[in-house]
């Protein structure tokens, strides 16, 4: 007999329904389930009560936890919801509520919106109909028993975790760095030490744990020497990076234990049924069947300096920041050099003297073990003040601008990086897709079955390989989005220096210690110093390497450019980058202190007063350095032609040197500018005297 139409029985408007159908395992296909079943019973139910079938939806190989990991049954609710009023379907059939979902939040709330518009759902195997009230209390019991079922699935696959753990068999995804996973005919594979690998992993804990490297200094000397890592699993990088360094140190199984729930899954806030993996900081440690890379004595050194680190910005007790740290390297062992203050010695008043601060090689320290002879302490204030000179004058440099523009447009790396998020996500997804399927089929064994314990130990065995791949890919994915974080975090800086430029000088002459370091910081990635040179006397910083790559030089070292775009002072305009108006006329004021006066002579000036043509260029420097490329086709700095106006008296010598030593002009260069001197009548001509 014909269904009659739950909204209005009187309707004359025969039902329609369309179908939804999904299949998650194999076991279901077995047990009259698969998609051509599902089919054939709805079909006949629709037929057998007078229903025109709309359309059908399929979810194969897809989990009913919740919606959103269901891509026909969202399409399902999106067509009802688009669709006119008059062409709706006015039921969707399903095989069993189950099919439905299994989350009994979901599932009332997705009937709640069907209903909403006028659709209701009728589970054709369980005879329940929303549109009747015993079939919507039906369909609220029967849902939260879905949900329980769902859970008792997790609860057996993650206590068979756990019990693996607990017998000392590795429970993560692929095999930690310095170990491999054999099988030795026993149930689960085990870990075996790979010898080349375990002098890597020894080495790491005892740079960490006895010679004060961190994580990114460990990374960087690594990857500096040549050492390479199998890129395992999802893993794309052969290079180590400070995340992968920071997780071997506090990982346990290198000293012989095995972990169980460093992770966890829970249920973000303020949604239903969607879950995300998190660390937890209290979790079970058990003894391991596989042999220890790590003495217990070194594992507990590194562990007592986890969290102990200070950042690079290190502050003293009166707020002093140390501007170059992380920055300066040493000229002799190459590696990172440290800063520490010389505390003023106590005077008879009781007060301390001034405290001065200075750079030093950490690397010979005898106590440590001394690796480094570099024993000089270079003053602070000396070596920051070269480098503020360097980053600012760099700040004007033609080359400079336009590297940074180039490394802030080029997103080759960035882009690479997403692909390989993106194909680990996809990855760890259809891993996903296979874990559930493997929990449904567990779920579905029959306890009454004779081959009920073997089944189960394979789908068992089968899940824990799944897991295991799972945690190798939640790894490869951290890593690869911390490198994205780390990439998109540096173009944000550069693309904020690149705005700042021209304001550069001043910021790091009237900003404060920190703002200055976080200036250098943004734009520098390391500072060489010279050694056997007194820093109070002379210059002893050799180049400033900034991130666009640039390496600026005081003088250009044959050979150390290294890659890098070379800049000089005499290779830029040092006042040509800060794009003033081409039409600016540069006027040269004499002052001089007379006695005051209350008599005011008015005086008018003219061009021809001076012995100037009215038509002819003023000697700026720019017409300056213009004539000279003109007439001698060499370029000029305005350091060069500021000294030469000092040497003949047009102008005093400003000194913003601090005391360094600054490059003289070359003599053929010299020539040239008393050439433009002399032919803008700034000085008198040698061969009309006489």
């Not at 919740?66 to 688009?82: A, C, E, H, S, T």
Request: aromatic share 8%; net charge neutral; with cysteine.
């Amino acid at each position: 007999m014909a269904r009659k139409n739950p909204k209005n029985p009187d309707a004359a408007r025969p039902l329609s329904c369309v179908l939804y159908i999904r299949v998650s395992t194999k076991l279901q296909v077995e047990k009259g389930e698969s998609i051509d079943a599902q089919r054939f019973e709805l079909t006949r139910y629709a037929e057998a009560h007078g229903m025109r079938v709309l359309g059908e939806y399929v979810d194969a190989g897809f989990s009913g936890k919740n919606v959103r990991g269901r891509p026909q049954f969202r399409q399902m609710l999106d067509d009802i919801i688009k669709e006119q009023p008059g062409r709706r379907p006015t039921y969707v059939l399903v095989f069993k509520l189950s099919r439905f979902g299994r989350n009994a939040a979901d599932t009332w709330n997705s009937l709640q919106m069907l209903q909403d518009y006028g659709v209701e759902l009728c589970c054709v195997k369980d005879g329940i109909d929303s549109a009747t009230t015993m079939g919507k209390a039906m369909l609220s019991i029967a849902a939260v028993f879905a949900e329980m079922e769902r859970d008792n699935i997790r609860t057996q696959t993650m206590s068979g975790r756990e019990e693996k753990a607990r017998k000392g068999y590795w429970n993560g995804g692929q095999a930690p760095y310095g170990y491999r996973l054999v099988d030795r005919g026993g149930k689960f594979k085990e870990l075996a030490v790979d010898e080349d690998e375990a002098k890597v992993v020894r080495r790491i804990f005892r740079m960490y744990a006895y010679e004060n490297k961190g994580p990114m200094a460990i990374a960087s000397w690594l990857n500096r020497h040549g050492v390479r890592k199998d890129a395992r699993g999802n893993a794309t990088m052969e290079t180590f990076g400070n995340t992968t360094i920071a997780r071997m140190i506090v990982n346990p199984v290198y000293v012989g234990k095995i972990a169980y729930g460093r992770r966890r899954t829970e249920v973000i806030e303020g949604t239903r049924g969607e879950t995300h993996v998190v660390k937890s900081d209290g979790y079970e440690v058990y003894d391991g069947r596989h042999e220890a890379i790590i003495d217990e004595a070194t594992w507990a050194a590194a562990q007592a300096i986890v969290g102990t680190r200070k950042p690079n910005a290190k502050r003293h007790d009166d707020g002093h920041v140390n501007l170059l740290n992380g920055l300066l390297v040493c000229p002799e062992c190459g590696r990172k050099m440290s800063s520490h203050p010389n505390r003023g010695k106590v005077k008879k008043d009781g007060t301390r003297g001034k405290t001065t601060y200075a750079y030093y090689c950490p690397h010979t320290s005898k106590a440590r073990g001394a690796t480094c002879t570099f024993s000089r302490q270079y003053p602070q204030e000396c070596v920051d003040a070269e480098v503020i000179e360097m980053v600012k004058l760099a700040s004007r440099s033609d080359a400079f601008v336009e590297a940074l523009r180039r490394r802030i447009n080029d997103e080759t790396d960035v882009e690479q990086l997403r692909e390989d998020a993106e194909r680990i996500g996809r990855e760890q997804a259809a891993n996903d897709k296979r874990m559930r399927m493997l929990m449904n089929q567990i779920d579905a064994l029959d306890p009454a079955d004779r081959s009920y314990e073997r089944k189960f130990s394979d789908l068992q065995r089968r899940l824990d390989d799944l897991y295991d791949r799972d945690a190798g890919f939640q790894e490869a994915l951290e890593e690869t989005r911390a490198k994205i974080a780390a990439a998109d975090k540096r173009r944000v800086g550069e693309r904020r220096l690149l705005d700042e430029l021209d304001r550069i000088p001043e910021l790091l002459e009237e900003a404060d210690e920190q703002t200055r370091f976080d200036i250098v910081h943004e734009a520098v990635s390391e500072v060489r110093i010279l050694a056997g040179r007194n820093p109070r006397k002379e210059r002893v910083v050799q180049s400033v390497t900034f991130k666009c790559p640039v390496r600026f030089f005081w003088e250009e070292v044959p050979g150390e450019a290294d890659g890098y775009t070379a800049v000089t002072p005499d290779s830029f305009d040092a006042d040509g980058n800060f794009r003033d108006d081409e039409t600016h006329v540069e006027t040269v004021a004499v002052l001089s202190r007379k006695s005051a006066t209350k008599t005011f002579i008015p005086v008018t000036v003219s061009p021809k007063d001076m012995g100037l043509d009215e038509a002819k260029a003023q000697p700026t420097y720019e017409n300056i350095r213009k004539y000279v490329k003109e007439t001698h086709g060499l370029t000029v700095s305005t350091l060069n032609i500021a000294q030469m106006k000092a040497e003949c008296g047009l102008e005093m010598e400003c000194d913003r040197s601090g005391g360094k030593q600054q490059p003289k002009c070359p003599p053929e260069k010299r020539e040239a500018i008393l050439d433009a001197f002399r032919h803008f009548g700034m000085i008198e001509d040698d061969s009309s005297e006489g």
